[in-house]
C-alpha cells in the first residue's frame, strides 16, 4: 500500500506532475504518519512547487520523527542556499 503509492508520488514528481506527487505523499503520511521517507518527499513537492512555508512545516515535522533524515538535511541545505542566493 505505502510502496505504491510512494512510487506514484515519485513517478508523479518525476514528471513534474507536482500536485499529484503531494497527493500521494500526504496520503501516505494520513496511513503511516511516521513514514519518515514520505514527509521528505512531501517537503520536495511543496517546495517544487514554490511553497517554502508548507516546505519548511513538513520538514519540522520530519526532524521530529527522524531527526537525522538525510533527505530532509539536503532538502534545508537546498532551502538556505537559495535564500542566501537570493539576498
Same mark, same amino acid.
Given at each position: 500500500f505505502s510502496g505504491s503509492?510512494? !512510487?506514484l508520488g515519485q513517478y508523479h514528481y518525476e514528471q513534474?506532475? =507536482?500536485?499529484?506527487? !503531494?497527493f /500521494?505523499? /500526504?496520503f501516505v503520511t494520513f496511513f503511516y504518519p511516521r513514514h !519518515?521517507? !514520505?514527509?521528505a518527499w512531501l517537503a520536495k513537492a511543496q517546495l517544487? &512547487? #514554490?511553497d517554502? #512555508?508548507?516546505g519548511a512545516k513538513t520538514l519540522q515535522? =520530519?526532524?521530529s520523527i527522524a531527526p537525522n533524515h538525510a533527505e530532509g538535511r539536503a532538502l534545508i541545505?537546498? &532551502?538556505q542556499a537559495r535564500a542566501e542566493k537570493a539576498s
Open positions: 503509492n510512494m !512510487a513534474g506532475n =507536482l500536485q499529484d506527487a !503531494a /500521494r505523499f /500526504r !519518515a521517507d !514520505a514527509w517544487a &512547487m #514554490g517554502s #512555508g508548507k515535522h =520530519l526532524f541545505a537546498e &532551502m
